[in-house]
């Protein structure tokens, strides 16, 4: 039977088709900084007052208080966060968001974008964890 025919074949047997209207109701924290520095602190990483005693400063343009993420538009922050061992991040505490779907909403990416929560994990099979396998080690933030 061609490709044509069972498409043809499958349309015939789908009886109706489900209209799915998408109505996201955000998650709003009562107090979002609160929320991402537990966040943030569950996802191994640590708040810290300078960036002192890091390897690298990166940039944030906003975080994310559901999970502590911070999103990073630059494939130059990108390498930076790859091949140094620990890295602290600077965020502007008003520009946190509640969740990961207002996030999308106001994320711009140019080259390259990532969320960061904390240091790079990673575990095989056997469950074993090794810690800056593809990334930092160590992460802090600063809150401005």
């Given at each position: 039977m061609s490709r044509d025919k069972i498409l043809k074949s499958v349309k015939k047997s789908i009886s109706f088709r489900v209209e799915k209207?998408?109505?996201y109701s955000f998650t709003k924290f009562?107090?979002?900084?609160?929320k991402f520095i537990e966040n943030?602190?569950?996802?191994g990483g640590e708040t810290v007052?300078?960036?002192?005693?890091?390897d690298v400063v990166l940039n944030a343009q906003f975080g994310v208080a559901e999970n502590g993420a911070c999103f990073?538009?630059?494939?130059?922050e990108r390498k930076l966060y790859t091949f140094?061992?620990?890295i602290v991040i600077k965020l502007d505490k008003n520009r946190i968001v509640n969740t990961m779907e207002e996030?999308?909403?106001i994320a711009k990416i140019d080259d390259f974008a990532m969320f960061l929560c904390g240091p790079s994990k990673t575990a095989d099979i056997e469950q074993s964890l090794v810690i800056g396998a593809h990334g930092a080690k160590r992460v802090g933030i600063v809150l401005e």
């Open positions: 209207n998408v109505n009562d107090n979002k900084l609160e943030f602190k569950l996802a007052e300078s960036p002192e005693g890091f990073i538009n630059s494939v130059k140094y061992s620990s996030a999308m909403q």
